[in-house]
Structures are given as C-alpha cells and as structure tokens.
C-alpha cells in the first residue's frame, strides 16, 4: 500500500529557505514519477515540481530557479528545496506519486501535507 509522510514545513520570513521531505513505501520508488503540489484553501490546487523516474524535472513557472526537487531512490525519499521563498508560496505542499508523471496531478496517491507559511 502506497505511503507519502511529509516532513519539513514550517514559517520562515520572505526571502528564507525550507527543505521539505517526502518519505515512501509500498510502491517501487524508483520506477515512479514524483512530484509536488500545494493547494491554498479556497484556490485550486497547484502543480510545482515532479521529477520522472529517469531524473528529468519540471517546475511551474512560478517556482523556477527557486525550487528544488531531487529525489534519493536508495532511501525512498523526495526531496523539495525551497529558496528564496515569497509569501505567495504559502500553502500545504503535497507529495504524490504516480506510475506515469501525467497522472500526477489527479493521482490518489499523496501524503497528508506539510504546511509553508511565508511571512513578510
């Protein structure tokens, strides 16, 4: 059964840095897509990272050459530096995971969330 356990959020001033985690089990990490996405209440949810099994990126727009996302297949872990940081990048960020990196967005497969707030 598929896992994702969040870890790593926090508050930071504008302009500050976060490191979130993504710790998983149950599926063979290595072979799957991940990525990461945050949703604000009341807002749709966003897509800001995904990393395809044989280590290609993407970022939205909004997070280039801020965001960070890596991955350690020997662990199991996702990784998403955050730099740089704005307070538009508050929201809880998710972890999801899926066999193909199209079905990211939609997959079932994502952790509880780990809140970033961002202040000014």
């Known amino acids: 059964q598929v896992q994702l356990v969040e870890s790593g959020g926090g508050s930071v001033e504008s302009g500050g840095s976060l490191t979130l985690s993504c710790a998983a089990t149950?599926?063979?990490?290595?072979?799957?897509?991940m990525g990461w996405l945050r949703q604000v209440p009341g807002k749709e949810r966003e897509g800001v990272a995904l990393i395809a099994s044989d280590g290609s990126t993407y970022y939205a727009e909004s997070v280039k050459g801020r965001f960070t996302i890596s991955r350690d297949s020997a662990k199991s872990i996702l990784y998403l530096r955050l730099n740089r940081l704005k307070t538009d990048d508050s929201a809880m960020y998710f972890c999801?995971?899926?066999?193909?990196?199209?079905?990211?967005?939609?997959?079932?497969?994502r952790g509880q969330g780990t809140q970033v707030t961002v202040s000014s």
């Open positions: 999801v995971t899926a066999q193909h990196c199209h079905a990211l967005m939609h997959s079932p497969h």
């Open positions: 149950g599926f063979p990490f290595s072979r799957y897509c």
